[in-house]
């Protein structure tokens, strides 16, 4: 597909061809417009919904501005609620937290993951887990 077809199916799904397709040269923009579609639109193991509150949480942790609009407004569009946005970042918060502090400390990894899978041993035998 030419540059001018790409852009035509891109502006049939957005009403406008973003700049940032604008910027991807002739030789892969056919190539980054397909994976971009079968990426962001098409269904999957993952609901759209939850697919995109990932989106807010990775864009977070990157602090990509440009990220952390497109995927919140897509979560909303996809009908995340307030809540479940913030409660995506603050998971995003805590999980990248931890992750800062037991990389640092340098914890025993395979300890770590016996702790983990005794752990997950217990809530599954406790009924806790769904």
Not at 43 to 52: L, Q
Not at 78 to 94: C, F, L, M, P
Request: charged letters at 25%; one cysteine or more; glycine letters at 6%.
């Amino acid at each position: 597909m030419d540059r001018k077809k790409v852009y035509k199916e891109i502006e049939e799904t957005f009403g406008v061809v973003p700049a940032m397709f604008k910027s991807i040269p002739d030789s892969s923009l056919e190539l980054e417009w397909q994976l971009f579609k079968r990426v962001q639109f098409d269904t999957g193991a993952i609901p759209n919904k939850y697919r995109e509150l990932i989106g807010v949480a990775l864009s977070a942790i990157t602090k990509c501005r440009y990220c952390s609009f497109y995927h919140t407004e897509l979560a909303k569009l996809n009908g995340a609620t307030d809540a479940e946005i913030e409660d995506t970042v603050h998971y995003a918060k805590s999980t990248a937290g931890w992750s800062t502090y037991i990389n640092g400390l340098q914890l025993d990894y395979e300890q770590f993951k016996k702790e983990v899978l005794q752990a997950c041993e217990h809530a599954r035998s406790a009924g806790v887990a769904k």
